[in-house]
């Protein structure tokens, strides 16, 4: 294992010679960790927002026709759970029950139900309550066909309050046979989020709590969030199951610490000032856009006032991003402050 961690640690030295992070580079990075962190911890629990869907959602707050509207709200609280996080990370909260029920109530805000199989493989509607511990068992049909089976509800308080005992540097409790105070943090992490599942305190939203409490982990020892790719949902499940039936967690820790690699790939492509592929689905909501934009203003110099005047079509909040990305794209450029910005056509170089 200490060839991942050591390419792991050697991408986080890169990144850190940037430091301290330009603003502009770093609400980049920020906005699509956001995106790809949000659509794809959703689509591997079944939401069915497609990566555009999603990121379109988050940042114009619209939605496609025939989507459910508990998928919106899904991608809604987990988008805030993120940035929640972010705060968590500045202030240097420690990791407690108490804030892990708060982290549940924000994700699963506004959602009162799950979809489960009953008897005989017919979907019912099973009520959840946000925020509070499981009171009925909850378990799984894994990909395998057999029935897994979590912690039992009686036993769950003791079972999270050893799992964040481990945690604790001084702790001598041990995990998959290993104290978490003597472990790489990216290890120590990684079975933080296997112990989270196989315990599933929550009645539903278990799999995404554990990507966002090994990533508030990894966050709060100076690595980026791990995002666990939806194109890699067999292989994390299988290495999930493979270490119940076998005891060891390997191949688990190692599938995370290589997602782990491509999140770092693509905050230093951010950094180094690199173009991101273009997000599916978005590109021509966006490039017609900042097409309509490009026109309105001409040869014209404007204020974003006189600009929205002129593309109504476009809500505000979205042209003022659009106008940063232009800017940032060195296609417009940008004189004064506050209410005295002006915008105006960048000359074309030879």
């Known amino acids: 294992m200490l060839k991942e961690f050591k390419i792991i640690d050697d991408l986080q030295r890169k990144i850190d010679t940037f430091r301290p992070f330009s603003k502009e580079l770093l609400a980049l990075w920020q906005e699509r960790l956001r995106i790809d962190w949000t659509y794809n911890s959703n689509a591997i629990e079944g939401n069915t927002l497609t990566y555009g869907e999603t990121a379109f959602f988050l940042r114009e707050g619209l939605t496609s026709e025939g989507k459910p509207l508990k998928d919106y709200v899904e991608a809604k609280n987990h988008a805030e759970a993120i940035d929640y996080l972010q705060e968590v990370v500045k202030s240097k909260r420690t990791l407690t029950e108490g804030f892990t029920k708060e982290l549940h109530g924000l994700l699963l805000r506004d959602v009162d139900h799950t979809i489960a199989k009953g008897a005989g493989g017919k979907l019912i509607h099973k009520p959840l309550s946000a925020g509070k511990y499981k009171v009925r068992p909850n378990h799984v049909l894994t990909l395998s066909g057999t029935i897994h089976k979590y912690t039992e509800p009686i036993k769950v308080l003791d079972e999270m309050q050893n799992l964040l005992k481990w945690l604790q540097p001084s702790s001598r409790l041990r995990l998959a046979g290993k104290e978490g105070g003597k472990l790489h943090p990216v290890e120590r992490a990684a079975l933080f989020h ?9 009645d539903d939203g278990n799999g995404r709590m554990a990507r966002l409490l090994m990533n508030l982990l990894l966050m709060q020892a100076g690595y980026p969030p791990c995002v666990v790719r939806n194109t890699k949902r067999r292989e994390y499940l299988q290495s999930l199951e493979r270490a119940d039936t076998t005891g060891s967690t390997d191949e688990f820790v190692r599938l995370l610490a290589g ?40 040869a014209d ?27 940032r794209a060195r296609t417009l450029r940008k004189k004064g402050v506050g209410k005295g910005v002006i915008y105006t056509r960048a000359e074309k170089t030879r």
């Open 194 to 202: 296997y112990r989270f599942v196989c315990i599933h305190p929550f």
């Open 259 to 298: 997602e782990l690699v491509q999140t770092e790939e693509t905050m230093l492509r951010v950094l180094e000032g690199k173009p991101l592929p273009p997000i599916p689905g978005e590109k021509l909501h966006r490039e017609a856009r900042r097409e309509l934009i490009l026109k309105a203003i001409g």
């Open 301 to 327: 110099t404007l204020s974003i006032g006189q600009i929205a005047d002129r593309v109504p079509r476009i809500k505000r909040p979205t042209l003022k991003n659009d106008l940063s990305a232009l800017v």
